[in-house]
């Protein structure tokens, strides 16, 4: 039972290049979401989904693209990248959409630079 | 809106110190509360929670009592080990459907030998 992966760890990009990072979870949770931690601002989450076929935003959606075709994954795609996008993130996936008795279980986190 | 404030930090402690960590919280409904902690390089994991009012949640050491009278949740732990340096994020989760986590800016405990 690897819990919530995420890939890459580290990526460097140009302003304006797009990249998808990848987020994997195999404990047939329903729900699945991203954040970025950003310092002095806490975790703010950008979209999630409550289940394969269904997304929707988060606080900070802006720049930020998802789908949910399987139940496991639940990719972020950065269409144009920009250095306000410098930030680490971090997927999380609960067996309900019902958060306010859920536990959270976070990935290792994808530390991203745009230059 | 939701939100959470916790404590301006950094705090560094010495092993075997009393710790503190301040939270207060605003909310429409009857949240759930938690306490995550995210150690070096790694991500978040749940550290305790409380569902009602008066209830207190523990782990590893860490209490902490939801009171609903002061919109509080500050976790305690009666002797720090240097192994509880982490970040540390209050969050709550208001009743609803497709409800969301809202965290605190987290803060950093350094606990030095």
């Known amino acids: 039972n690897a819990g919530v992966t995420q890939t890459p760890k580290f990526q460097v990009l140009k302003t304006g290049q797009s990249m998808t990072l990848q987020c994997a979870q195999d404990?047939?949770?329903?729900?699945m979401s991203w954040y970025r931690q950003d310092p002095g601002m806490g975790l703010r989450l950008i979209h999630y989904s409550v289940g394969a076929g269904i997304t929707d935003q988060g606080e900070v959606p802006n720049g930020y693209n998802v789908s949910r075709s399987t139940t496991e994954d639940f990719p972020l795609r950065l269409l144009s990248a920009a250095p306000s996008q410098t930030s680490v993130y971090f997927c999380?996936?609960?067996?309900?959409?019902?958060?306010?008795?859920?536990?959270?279980?976070f990935g290792p986190g994808t530390r991203l630079l745009v230059l | 809106g939701d939100s959470v404030t916790q404590m301006e930090g950094p705090v560094t402690l010495s092993e075997e110190a009393f710790l503190t960590i301040n939270c207060t919280y605003t909310?429409?409904?009857?949240?759930?509360l938690f306490w995550y902690v995210q150690y070096p390089g790694e991500g978040l994991q749940l550290l305790l929670k409380a569902t009602k009012a008066d209830d207190k949640g523990s782990n590893k050491g860490f209490e902490a009592t939801y009171r609903k009278e002061t919109t509080s949740f500050h976790l305690e732990k009666g002797s720090v080990q240097v192994s509880d340096s982490a970040v540390y994020f209050c969050?709550?989760?208001?009743?609803?459907?497709?409800?969301?986590?809202?965290f605190g800016k987290g803060i950093t405990l350094s606990v030095r030998p």
């Open positions: 909310a429409t409904g009857y949240p759930s």
């Open positions: 404990m047939n949770h329903e729900y």
């Open positions: 969050a709550l989760s208001d009743t609803g459907a497709n409800s969301k986590l809202t």
């Open positions: 999380a996936s609960s067996y309900s959409y019902l958060q306010y008795q859920e536990t959270q279980y």
